[in-house]
């Protein structure tokens, strides 16, 4: 069974950075277009960012563009996304997903970010 696991997440002050990883069992991911969403307590799941397949096109949401740099490894079937200059707005559970039949089918269980005032 085909699953991604995201790796990573922790507690950090505001003004920290951390990485987070994702990776796949049972597929290889350099096909599919990847991303990373996140979900803070009560709210809704935001999309933060997005790498085609061969990394020739990013895109990041207006919340994060100029902190958080999504990137992939297609040889370590990785994707990671480094966060720079955290605020704590930034704390949610953070998902990876891959684009299969044209929408986000397949996600990550999540990874918990929190970043402390």
């Known amino acids: 069974q085909v699953q991604l696991v995201e790796s990573g997440g922790g507690l950090v002050q505001t003004g920290g950075s951390l990485r987070l990883s994702c990776s796949a069992s049972g597929r290889t991911l350099s096909s599919y277009t990847m991303g990373w969403f996140r979900q803070a307590p009560g709210k809704g799941r935001e999309f933060v960012a997005q790498?085609?397949?061969?990394?020739?096109?990013?895109h990041y949401a207006e919340s994060v563009t100029g902190r958080f740099t999504i990137s992939r490894d297609n040889a370590e079937n990785t994707v990671s996304l480094q966060m720079n200059s955290l605020k704590p707005e930034d704390t949610a559970v953070y998902h990876c997903?891959?684009?299969?039949?044209?929408?986000?089918?397949?996600w990550g269980q999540g990874t918990q970010v929190t970043v402390s005032s």
């Open positions: 997903a891959a684009v299969l039949g044209g929408s986000y089918s397949l």
């Open positions: 790498i085609t397949q061969n990394s020739g096109s990013i």
